[in-house]
């Protein structure tokens, strides 16, 4: 995939058939509209593209509104090259672009893209108070040479696929139904930081991960998870056990998320991980996070734990 940062870098010569959005999380409704671009690009000999926006247009129109990201604009272009697209576009999102109409911003796509189709989903909408929306584009794509192709949301064992769904879903603590709209495991990633040093001292050493704080994190609970202890493209995948909350039991008043990594280190490695960004992937919530009388009695739970999780996990 060829990326870049700005819509007036591209200078695409086209015929080129774009997508525009946030496409937080690219989950299967969103694979889906990148599967129909892709197959539009491909009927007229074109590029298929995607343009994604940083910041995230609610940090500009909305400064004060909370952000719960479930992936980063790079992370979204990563999925989506996955799916065979050619170009993404990362367009930073200014007050001034938010103030272009739809015929200025459709203007620059045209001109620095090549802009032959737009696909899109059916609540989708463009400029300045999102004046152009579906009957506009239509209009505008007659006068201006390009086609305006709308496809419908998908559904999920009855549920409808979207962003705002996935959420509610990991804000439940339920990643199982986040995947399978999601068509993955939810992942987040972070920086190895120092902790405590408590879980060394029991025989348990976990991986503090410092995850930014727009990243959305699943309920406070203890989960099974795959590790990748460095960058996913060429580090093996390792199983672990993970537990994200206030840790009430030892005293805790921060969030954290801490990954006690099964079988690490192996023969060689130094199992140092500060500094190291670190990936985990959810994929079971073994209960919600709880305070216990003692020391020894979270001890025994977080054994209980770790044989839960690989159970579940050797079985995948």
Same mark, same amino acid.
């Given at each position: 995939?060829?990326?870049?940062?700005?819509?007036?870098?591209?200078?695409?010569?086209?015929?080129?058939?774009?997508?525009?959005?946030?496409?937080?999380?690219?989950?299967?409704?969103?694979?889906?509209?990148?599967?129909?671009?892709?197959?539009?690009?491909?009927?007229?000999?074109?590029?298929?593209?995607?343009?994604?926006?940083?910041?995230?247009?609610?940090?500009?129109?909305?400064?004060?509104?909370?952000? @719960?990201?479930?992936?980063?604009?790079?992370?979204?272009?990563?999925?989506?090259? @996955?799916?065979?697209?050619?170009?993404?576009?990362? &367009?930073?999102?200014?007050?001034?672009?938010?103030?272009?109409?739809?015929?200025?911003?459709?203007?620059?796509?045209?001109?620095?893209?090549?802009?032959?189709?737009?696909?899109?989903?059916?609540?989708?909408?463009?400029?300045?108070?999102?004046?152009?929306?579906?009957?506009?584009?239509?209009?505008?794509?007659?006068?201006?040479?390009?086609?305006?192709?709308?496809?419908? !949301?998908?559904?999920?064992?009855?549920?409808?696929?979207?962003?705002?769904?996935?959420?509610?879903?990991?804000?439940?603590?339920?990643? @199982?139904?986040?995947?399978?709209?999601?068509?993955?495991?939810?992942?987040?990633?972070?920086?190895?930081?120092?902790?405590?040093? /408590?879980? /060394?001292?029991?025989?348990?050493?976990?991986?503090?991960?410092?995850?930014?704080?727009?990243?959305?994190?699943?309920?406070?609970?203890?989960?099974?998870?795959?590790?990748?202890?460095?960058?996913?493209?060429?580090?093996?995948?390792?199983?672990?056990?993970?537990?994200?909350?206030?840790?009430?039991?030892?005293?805790?008043?921060?969030?954290?998320?801490?990954?006690?990594?099964?079988?690490?280190? &192996?023969?060689?490695?130094?199992?140092?991980?500060?500094?190291?960004?670190?990936?985990?992937?959810?994929?079971?919530?073994?209960? !919600?996070?709880?305070?216990?009388?003692?020391?020894?009695?979270?001890?025994?739970?977080?054994?209980?734990?770790?044989?839960?999780?690989?159970?579940?996990?050797?079985?995948?």
């Amino acid at each position: 995939m060829r990326i870049f940062r700005d819509i007036r870098d591209a200078n695409l010569p086209g015929p080129t058939f774009l997508t525009i959005g946030n496409f937080d999380g690219l989950h299967r409704g969103h694979q889906m509209l990148l599967d129909r671009l892709r197959q539009n690009a491909t009927a007229q000999a074109g590029m298929s593209a995607l343009l994604t926006f940083d910041p995230h247009p609610l940090r500009v129109l909305r400064p004060g509104s909370p952000l @719960e990201l479930l992936t980063t604009p790079e992370e979204r272009l990563a999925l989506a090259g @996955e799916l065979g697209i050619d170009v993404g576009v990362i &367009q930073p999102f200014t007050p001034e672009l938010a103030q272009l109409d739809p015929r200025a911003f459709l203007e620059l796509l045209v001109r620095h893209l090549g802009l032959a189709g737009l696909t899109v989903g059916p609540d989708f909408a463009l400029g300045r108070n999102r004046a152009g929306n579906l009957d506009v584009l239509a209009a505008l794509g007659q006068e201006m040479g390009f086609a305006l192709d709308v496809i419908q !949301p998908v559904q999920v064992v009855g549920e409808e696929v979207r962003s705002y769904a996935i959420r509610q879903a990991l804000v439940n603590g339920e990643v @199982e139904r986040a995947a399978g709209m999601l068509g993955r495991n939810y992942s987040i990633s972070g920086v190895v930081v120092e902790g405590d040093r /408590r879980g /060394r001292t029991i025989g348990i050493p976990t991986a503090n991960l410092r995850v930014d704080e727009e990243r959305l994190l699943p309920a406070d609970g203890v989960y099974a998870n795959w590790v990748w202890p460095d960058d996913p493209a060429t580090a093996p995948r390792l199983a672990g056990v993970t537990n994200i909350g206030m840790r009430p039991t030892v005293g805790g008043r921060e969030r954290r998320v801490e990954c006690h990594i099964f079988d690490f280190p &192996q023969a060689g490695e130094s199992g140092d991980l500060y500094g190291k960004t670190v990936t985990l992937a959810f994929v079971q919530r073994l209960r !919600p996070e709880q305070r216990f009388e003692n020391l020894d009695g979270l001890i025994a739970q977080i054994h209980r734990d770790m044989a839960a999780a690989r159970a579940i996990l050797q079985r995948i």
